[in-house]
């Protein structure tokens, strides 16, 4: 049984469920960004490019963007995307990162009620509890911890788009006159 089906008692309160709420909206839009990032740093139309973001997980796409930053740098010398920008994008990818490992304990974990102030989680991982596996297993967060996680979202959401707004767009509108077909 579900840890917070198991009483009244361990079921979330409101406050718990409306924290973790606000997280994973703001994880959803931290993940569409940085389908749209790299479809600018990949210089292809935004809605062409979610012919192959929308199969990719966040972590894939934070991949792709990493390795596209290092094309923009080596290969192209930051002529298409400055150095500076290429940096800033690179720093919001890590940030992304550390918040991934807890979005993605949400998603997979099992949660229930500690006290008011407190959720608790666990993945019911099988095993001998010693070592990092043990470690990674089970936590908690208190729901101003909740809060400040949501406010860290919020701000990539912010720098993503900020990130983006600042990259070249392919516009649709006109695409058939800005590519070169090579005829026989």
């Known amino acids: 049984m579900p840890l917070n089906h198991s009483s009244q008692y361990a079921?979330?309160?409101?406050?718990?469920?409306?924290?973790?709420?606000?997280?994973?909206?703001?994880?959803?839009?931290?993940?569409?960004?940085?389908?749209?990032?790299?479809?600018?740093?990949?210089?292809?139309?935004?809605?062409?490019?979610?012919?192959?973001?929308?199969?990719m997980s966040g972590a894939m796409r934070q991949d792709a963007i990493g390795e596209a930053c290092k094309i923009h740098s080596h290969r192209y010398g930051y002529k298409l995307i400055g150095q500076e920008q290429i940096e800033k994008i690179l720093d919001a990818n890590n940030k992304i990162t550390q918040l991934r490992a807890i979005r993605n304990k949400f998603a997979h974990f099992c949660w229930s009620r500690s006290s008011d102030e407190e959720i608790f989680g666990t993945n019911f991982s099988g095993g001998i509890p010693v070592g990092n596996k043990y470690k990674k297993s089970f936590v908690s967060f208190k729901v101003a911890e909740l809060e400040e996680l949501h406010k860290k979202a919020y701000e990539i959401v912010d720098?993503?788009?900020?990130?983006?707004?600042?990259?070249?767009?392919?516009?649709?509108?006109?695409?058939?006159?800005?590519?070169?077909?090579?005829?026989e």
């Open 11 to 55: 079921e979330l309160t409101n406050e718990h469920f409306q924290a973790i709420g606000k997280l994973t909206v703001e994880w959803s839009n931290i993940e569409f960004l940085l389908g749209v990032l790299l479809s600018r740093l990949l210089v292809t139309p935004e809605f062409l490019a979610r012919t192959y973001t929308d199969r």
């Open 159 to 183: 720098v993503l788009s900020d990130l983006t707004q600042n990259l070249p767009d392919i516009e649709e509108e006109g695409l058939g006159s800005k590519i070169v077909l090579l005829r």
